[in-house]
């Protein structure tokens, strides 16, 4: 079956530093792939998402590249700010799958002043 | 538009006690879903509803029921909780595509 696999968090990182949250999936075929991101007593939002190979996906600053080749869907931030602060989930969907979306455990990041 | 809503936000319940969450949506989408949040264990899902009049177990389904009530609306059914459902319950809803769009929450303590 699917299964998403998150780096263990948290992640504890300076304000302006960079980000990269590792992410590798297992599927068949050509799953999209996602990042949501969930803020502190707050439902998961749809932060970027690629639908195909090489695809970059790219939203407030934050980007990832579906690797086709490594199975990985990694998502970086060149300069992390206090707002960043949240858990971020990686996902994927499988056609056929009922229109269903396969979640990673999350890894919380914490970014300090 | 309010998204997805979901009631309560907090809940405490004692063990064997009943209590049904409500979720509703207004984006006219045809998919639903409930799903848990516990620590350590990311999302999984419950129940979900690919379209009005349907209905099928998710990962996660035993000690829960579901009723799609119409397109705008699925609630999720506890008949007898106990401590192993306390958890954070997110209900989302999509269209045709694959984004899913998420509730706020609620936060369920079953003692």
């Known amino acids: 079956g699917n299964s998403v696999t998150q780096m263990e968090g948290p992640v504890t990182l300076s304000e302006e530093a960079f980000l990269t949250i590792n992410c590798t999936y297992t599927a068949t075929g050509y799953p999209s792939l996602f990042w949501y991101v969930q803020y502190p007593g707050e439902g998961l939002q749809l932060l970027l998402k690629a639908t195909k190979a090489d695809d970059k996906g790219s939203n407030k600053g934050f980007e990832a590249t579906y690797r086709k080749e490594t199975t990985s869907f990694h998502l970086e931030k060149g300069s992390v700010q206090v707002s960043d602060s949240a858990v971020y989930f990686c996902?994927?969907?499988?056609?056929?799958?009922?229109?269903?979306?396969?979640f990673g455990t999350g890894t919380q990041l914490k970014v300090e002043l | 538009n309010a998204g997805v809503t979901q009631t309560p936000k907090f809940q405490v319940l004692k063990t064997g006690q009943s209590m049904t969450l409500q979720c509703a949506q207004d984006m006219n989408h045809n998919s639903m879903y409930w799903y848990r949040q516990d620590p350590g264990m990311g999302l999984r899902l419950i129940y979900y509803s690919a379209s009005e009049g349907t209905t099928d177990k998710g990962e996660v389904p035993n000690g829960y029921n579901v009723s799609r009530l119409n397109k705008r609306e699925f609630s999720l059914r506890l008949e007898s909780a106990a401590p192993s459902q306390t958890s954070v319950y997110f209900c989302?809803?999509?269209?045709?595509?694959?984004?899913?769009?998420f509730g706020p929450g609620t936060r369920l303590t079953v003692l």
């Open positions: 989302a809803s999509n269209l045709y595509n694959n984004e899913q769009f």
């Open positions: 996902a994927l969907y499988q056609t056929g799958g009922g229109n269903k979306l396969t």
